[in-house]
């Protein structure tokens, strides 16, 4: 295992400093080093990644599918290009127990990583007892703790994607979730799916943490998901799923007219050359 470095404590501190601002937290998800840089230099001031955008850009359907050698390669590459902090949808924790969600976890933080997603549904089809949830958020912060790195935990909670119960009860449930994950190590909540404005409102309300919403197109506006509550928006696979749909569709029109005209890009070769150090 690497050492941490003061570095990597700074930008941990500062990553969980960000959830405490003025105004929510908006975290742009990026797939590759490439969309990491181009990102940072837009002057986010930190970067998530998506687990289905680097699982297409690696050759794999989302859903626990990559390995995790080749998720740490990615983070790897996108933690060396940026200056900003960096947070990881770390899935299921890459690991079958407690234990091995610990030792994964370690890994990932010699990446140079400082925040991590950990989700409690289990291949977007069942929900895990939250007992064990918890002891893997548990075993998260204790590994995070050996490393010396305060992460940032992000809990996912999912019961907005597989609850199978009344709209009155998944709430509950999800809010007993939160709580628990907190109480074992978690400092921030992701109800994901979780999209109806008053629902948001009392959630917040109710989970005395941090609260992650995700954004996509008829979403509430930044400044409104702010009076709601929310400490912190993220984009999920949805700017992965803009920049594929984009190069599709180019090369769709390219194939049917055997015209060129839509290689013309806004963002060209020396913008992005520069994004990159040459060595």
Not at 54 to 63: C, E, I, K, N, P
């Amino acid at each position: 295992m690497g050492e941490t470095t003061q570095a990597q404590h700074d930008l941990a501190r500062r990553f969980a400093a960000l959830h405490h601002g003025a105004r929510p937290l908006l975290l742009p998800n990026a797939w590759d080093a490439g969309s990491a840089a181009i990102f940072a230099a837009l002057g986010y001031p930190a970067i998530a990644t998506t687990s289905g955008g680097v699982a297409w850009s690696l050759g794999h359907a989302d859903g626990e599918v990559l390995a995790l050698a080749e998720l740490l390669a990615a983070v790897r590459r996108m933690v060396r290009v940026v200056n900003v902090p960096v947070t990881v949808d770390f899935e299921a924790g890459f690991g079958a127990t407690p234990q091995q969600v610990g030792e994964s976890v370690r890994a990932l933080l010699d990446t140079g990583a400082v925040g991590l997603n950990l989700e409690d549904g289990v291949e977007h089809a069942w929900l895990r007892p939250v007992g064990d949830a918890a002891a893997r958020i548990a075993a998260a912060r204790a590994a995070a703790a050996s490393a010396g790195v305060d992460v940032f935990i992000n809990a996912r909670v999912d019961n907005w994607i597989v609850g199978r119960m009344d709209a009155a009860a998944l709430f509950e449930e999800a809010v007993q979730r939160a709580r628990a994950y907190i109480d074992a190590g978690a400092d921030g909540i992701y109800p994901i799916a979780l999209s109806d404005p008053e629902l948001i409102e009392r959630f917040c309300r109710a989970v005395p943490a941090p609260i992650n919403v995700g954004a996509r197109a008829g979403s509430s506006s930044l400044e409104a998901l702010k009076q709601l509550g929310v400490a912190r928006v993220s984009t999920a696979t949805r700017l992965a799923m803009v920049a594929y749909s984009a190069a599709r569709e180019t090369a769709q029109a390219l194939r049917a007219t055997g015209e060129f005209a839509g290689l013309d890009a806004s963002f060209g070769y020396d913008a992005l050359q520069r994004l990159f150090p040459k060595h």
